[in-house]
């Protein structure tokens, strides 16, 4: 019976430590998920919901990979070892079969079941459960630190901004006499929007939207009227006793009021969404592509097309230019693209331009753009992109090297015959052995190595033969025969520096054609890389383009320029000091007002009204009309752009009204919009007749007496 005892104490201990450990690790499971939550409602505006399916992931992970499960009654009995002293060491033989113990396993094991009855719990089955709980704890401080500093952020940013981003309904000032009023927006069928209603007269809509207003007045009304842009006035029409409907096509910006009862209601603004066209961005290839000879005639078109409301069609518009002269011939053809359009607002797509399939042969190019059609149908397309093969015929071929200026006339042949060559080995690899093939590709390559360094001398770079310095017939003189004057040190240093060998000063080139010279050197060294390493087919391209650019630079290093000499007309004495001075303006006669520079002045004048009535509460008869003009140009403006330039007509009409009353606000509304329309009005510089000096001043104004 003790026998059972001890080892259900031992069982007892074992289902109790994994009970704590599996409670600390779903605790922590929890805390975690909390956290995270919180994170995702603060940062990105996610429900409390995400609590339960990010506890439940961390449960199951816990779960999984936590080794609870794997704690046994052997663990168990090791740790009371551990932990108790008078225990022995011996706990694991409470464990074991009585049959299977000696005689002194069997005193022992009656001694440690005596002893195991006297202990206490262990504090350390508490350890996981402690440690958890505290986790969970700090954690949840956190969380309820994090929220409620959030909330009070939000309660306290900026008591003025929240007045001011109220929503439209809240600021707006309906008119006495309105008992409802709803507004029905249905937006044209290509954006996909779903028909939506509004309680605010001010609207923004989508361009070509239905807009239909439905008010219900309190009395007995005859008319009920919506003013657009101070210029149309349309009536409602009744549909009940008290009911008033208004369907109308809104295409372009402004405003509107209500007139009701021969009273007119606060300013409202309506906001136009015009359709943007679809953008197209073509991520490769380049603008300018030209595939070198020796290469697989093809280009992967990579390219991302976006619309507001979405893509209906795309294709490739490509024209094919083959020939030269006068017998060049154009072929336009259209590409589709490799993707279905079902209205997408984001497009990614690639497609492979096989010049070959085209027709396409060497010295002809293709040139393309991107057309796109949205579901309004608008157009856009990209801008041109150029694909060319060069002619390999035309590089190969020694026409023009015999006239005009060269400067390079025995090099050209000798890069032509190593691409020659090179060809021709490629063509009998099958028929050669392999040590042949190898030779072969290296003693090209040797002779690509002698031209490079034949035409390096043009750049003055160093031999690779390893000498440095002059040899006694390098074919001019240092003045070494001199000997300096005593105490000259820059004589000295004249007679042993090297003042010639800086390659960027030692040539009579061009900069551009130096660095023409440097990019063939560039190709030629990539050749002779390939040769040496005896793959002649990849050296192909690079021999080809240094080919392209040598007789590139042939063409450009001739130049004509042809004498010209300048014959006047002879003077004759007699019409000197004669001709007519209506024409000219004088210095001295000012400028002519024209109604733009009026207008500017107007404006000018009402900001300095707006700014005096500030202290004297008093608006003088003429400032009357400055306002005037100011109202007018405010007006015009708050067609274009209602949600800028409303509210500072409406406070203009306040001024003028009632201009002692005239709050503080509303002139400095007035004078921000005014200043913008001077800024955007301010004439351009422009060249003027305008002549400085104080002596050809005095001149002008002699002539005009």
């Not at 969404?273 to 961005?281: E, M």
């Not at 001739?558 to 004088?586: F, N």
Request: hydrophobic share 40%; with cysteine.
């Amino acid at each position: 019976m003790a026998e059972q005892k001890g080892h259900h104490i031992i069982e007892m201990l074992r289902r109790k430590w994994q009970r704590n450990f599996l409670s600390g690790a779903l605790l922590s499971g929890l805390a975690f998920a909390l956290l995270l939550a919180t994170a995702l409602n603060i940062f990105a505006k996610v429900g409390w919901w995400s609590v339960a399916p990010m506890a439940t992931l961390a449960f199951i992970i816990v779960y999984l990979l936590r080794p609870f499960r794997r704690i046994s009654n052997e663990n168990i009995a090791s740790f009371l070892n551990r932990t108790y002293p008078q225990l022995e060491e011996s706990s694991q033989l409470l464990l074991a079969p009585a049959d299977s113990l000696t005689l002194l396993q069997q005193l022992q094991k009656q001694k440690i079941e005596k002893e195991i009855l006297r202990i206490t719990t262990p504090s350390d089955l508490l350890r996981p459960l402690k440690k958890a709980a505290l986790t969970f704890t700090s954690i949840l401080v956190v969380c309820v630190i994090a929220i409620t500093a959030k909330a009070h952020f939000l309660n306290n940013v900026d008591h003025d901004q929240i007045k001011n981003t109220l929503s439209p309904n809240e600021k707006e000032i309906i008119p006495p006499g309105i008992k409802m009023f709803s507004v029905m927006i249905t937006p044209p069928s290509y954006t996909r929007m779903q028909k939506r209603e509004q309680e605010q007269f001010s609207l923004k809509v989508e361009e070509g939207s239905q807009v239909s207003w439905l008010i219900k007045t309190t009395g007995e009304i005859d008319s009920v009227h919506l003013r657009f842009n101070n210029k149309e006035s349309v009536a409602l029409k009744r549909t009940n006793t008290n009911e008033w409907t208004l369907n109308r096509l809104v295409k372009e910006a402004g405003f509107y009021q209500l007139e009701l009862a021969g009273n007119s209601s606060a300013l409202y603004t309506l906001e136009v969404i015009h359709d943007q066209p679809a953008n197209i961005r073509i991520i490769s290839p380049q603008q300018y592509t030209t595939i070198e000879p020796g290469r697989k005639p093809v280009s992967n078109l990579r390219l991302q097309i976006s619309d507001d409301y979405g893509i209906s069609n795309a294709l490739i518009i490509a024209t094919k230019a083959s020939g030269k002269g006068e017998s060049v011939s154009f072929k336009e053809q259209q590409l589709s693209l490799p993707v279905q359009f079902n209205g997408q607002k984001n497009i990614e797509t690639s497609k492979l331009i096989d010049l070959a399939s085209m027709g396409l042969q060497g010295g002809d190019e293709l040139y393309f753009y991107i057309k796109a059609t949205d579901n309004h149908g608008q157009e856009s397309r990209s801008d041109m992109y150029f694909i060319s093969l060069p002619d390999t015929a035309e590089l190969l071929s020694l026409s023009g090297m015999d006239s005009g200026v060269d400067q390079f006339p025995e090099y050209f042949r000798s890069q032509r015959q190593i691409i020659i060559d090179t060809e021709k080995l490629l063509k009998e690899q099958s028929s050669v052995s392999k040590d042949t093939f190898n030779t072969r590709s290296n003693q090209l390559g040797i002779e690509q190595k002698l031209l490079r360094l034949r035409y390096g001398k043009f750049l003055v770079e160093e031999n690779e033969s390893g000498g440095e310095g002059h040899s006694p017939d390098d074919g001019h003189d240092h003045g070494a025969g001199e000997e300096p004057a005593y105490g000259d040190v820059q004589a000295m240093i004249d007679q042993y520096a090297h003042k010639h060998d800086n390659a960027e000063d030692a040539t009579f080139f061009e900069p551009q054609q130096k660095a023409q010279l440097k990019a063939i050197l560039t190709e030629m060294w990539n050749s002779e890389l390939k040769l040496r390493t005896y793959v002649p087919a990849e050296a192909l391209p690079y021999q080809y383009k240094a080919l392209r650019l040598l007789k590139d630079l042939q063409q450009k290093s001739r130049a004509y320029v042809s004498k010209t000499s300048i014959r006047m007309p002879p003077l004759k004495p007699e019409k000197r000091l004669t001709g007519k001075l209506e024409k000219i303006d004088p210095a001295s006669q000012p400028p002519k007002q024209t109604a733009e520079d009026k207008q500017l002045e107007q404006l000018r004048n009402a900001v300095t009204a707006l700014e005096m009535l500030k202290q004297k509460k008093q608006l003088p008869i003429e400032d009357q009309q400055a306002l005037i003009a100011a109202e007018k140009a405010i007006s015009e403006k708050a067609m274009a752009q209602p949600v800028f330039f409303l509210p500072a007509l409406s406070a203009v009409r306040s001024v003028m009204a009632a201009p002692a009353s005239a709050s503080k606000q509303d002139i400095l509304s007035i004078q921000k919009a005014l200043q913008q329309i001077i800024i955007s009005d301010v004439e351009l510089p422009r060249k003027t007749n305008n002549r400085s000096g104080s002596l050809a001043d005095h001149y002008f104004k002699k002539l005009n007496q």
